[in-house]
């Protein structure tokens, strides 16, 4: 990840959190349009995300849960107000798996990926504050459906479907078989999985996480290989590593679907 060292402490910070901060080096660690990421020198790191008012409690709350089950991030601080959200966090040791020291591995950081998701998914999800979370993702592909929301810059050929009616016909056949059941990530992605000399370490960025289907993230997990590594080429490994017992290839082309509406 990104680190832009800056001249000053923003002024936009709320002051409980600069009083914190206030003797540290600050870098811009943003990597997204949706929202401003800083790194915190000092201690052992944190970092601070902003985004717009009210959209940065849902991942307060799972990287709290996530926490709480030795998952993730330890939450420090959460601040809504007029000008925006803000969430300070502890940095987790070690990297994000975009690191060339594992991509230059893909192999091994296939396995990596497909046997960690495997053990999130058999994470016991007692208490977690999102009981449904595949309810909530077929709602929100519906409302973008009917709202012409259909996004073709992450998946320049959406996957094969020709059009929005053909993949909202695939995804309006399969959704009756999507459960919650597992504990998801949301967005199992490599800059979002953290390892420590390929020690598993954490997850972070867990606001689309809750109790869903597992093929959600397991859509992503093939996903990102592709995208990061530039190939397709680990699919069929990652989804072999994870275990063919839990994968139902129907339902990947249907999460597919759903998410050219994302």
């Known amino acids: 990840m990104k680190k832009t060292l800056l001249l000053q402490i923003p002024n936009e910070i709320p002051q409980d959190i600069r009083r914190r901060i206030a003797d540290a080096k600050v870098y811009d660690s943003s990597c997204s349009p949706e929202a401003r990421v800083y790194f915190i020198e000092q201690g052992h790191g944190f970092y601070l995300k902003h985004a717009a008012p009210n959209t940065l409690a849902r991942e307060a709350q799972m990287t709290a849960y996530f926490y709480a089950k030795g998952l993730g991030a330890e939450v420090l601080q959460y601040i809504s107000e007029d000008r925006g959200d803000w969430l300070l966090t502890a940095v987790i040791e070690g990297e994000d798996c975009t690191y060339e020291r594992y991509c230059a591995n893909p192999e091994r950081l296939c396995d990596t990926l497909a046997t960690e998701l495997r053990r999130l998914h058999e994470t016991d999800y007692t208490g977690c504050p999102v009981s449904d979370r595949t309810a909530e993702y077929l709602a929100t592909m519906e409302a973008h459906y009917r709202t012409g929301q259909y996004d073709q810059s992450h998946f320049p050929d ?98 597919a679907a759903a998410e050219v509406f994302g």
Request: glycine share 12%.
């Open 158 to 255: 959406s996957f094969g479907y020709r059009s929005a009616e053909e993949a909202y016909a695939v995804l309006t056949a399969g959704k009756a078989a999507l459960q919650s059941k597992v504990l998801l990530h949301g967005d199992y992605c490599l800059p979002n999985i953290i390892l420590h000399g390929w020690k598993w370490s954490g997850f972070i960025d867990v606001g689309s996480g809750g109790v869903g289907d597992r093929h959600i993230d397991l859509f992503w997990g093939t996903w990102t290989l592709w995208h990061n590594l530039k190939t397709n080429r680990y699919r069929e490994r990652f989804l072999d590593a994870y275990g063919r017992d839990k994968v139902q290839v129907e339902l990947l082309k249907t999460i």
